[in-house]
């Protein structure tokens, strides 16, 4: 069984920084695709960001590219966030979630993913 921990998450002033972070264990991470998803207030869980199991292909959302940079750590199992120039929208439960089958490639629908961790709350405030 795989279990994915978020960390990072708070409150922030609009415009400010914050990194989180996802430890896996129960299996290394490094042939694994890893993806942080959100999930504001009365909307659904939407894909952020996405990274290959390598770390040598990352993909964005468009409302978060350039500010956000997602990054793995594959000896230490772990996978991060960093964003940057953070709007009150971007205020949401912020979900790292791991691929089933070693290798495969990023995708954005929720249902690709089949393990997830339990959230961490980012609040951005204006």
């Known amino acids: 069984q795989v279990q994915l921990v978020e960390s990072g998450g708070g409150l922030v002033q609009a415009g400010g920084s914050l990194r989180l972070s996802c430890a896996a264990s129960g299996r290394t991470a490094r042939s694994y695709a890893m993806a942080w998803f959100r999930q504001a207030p009365g909307k659904e869980r939407e894909f952020v960001s996405g990274i290959s199991w390598a770390g040598s292909s990352t993909y964005y959302a468009d409302p978060v590219k350039g500010r956000f940079t997602i990054s793995r750590d594959n000896a230490k199992n772990m996978a991060y966030l960093q964003m940057n120039s953070l709007k009150s929208e971007d205020t949401a439960v912020y979900y790292c979630?791991?691929?089933?089958?070693?290798?495969?490639?990023?995708?954005?629908?929720?249902?690709?993913?089949?393990?997830w961790g339990q959230g961490t709350q980012v609040t951005v405030s204006s």
């Open positions: 979630a791991s691929k089933a089958h070693p290798f495969a490639a990023v995708t954005g629908p929720n249902e690709d993913y089949k393990y």
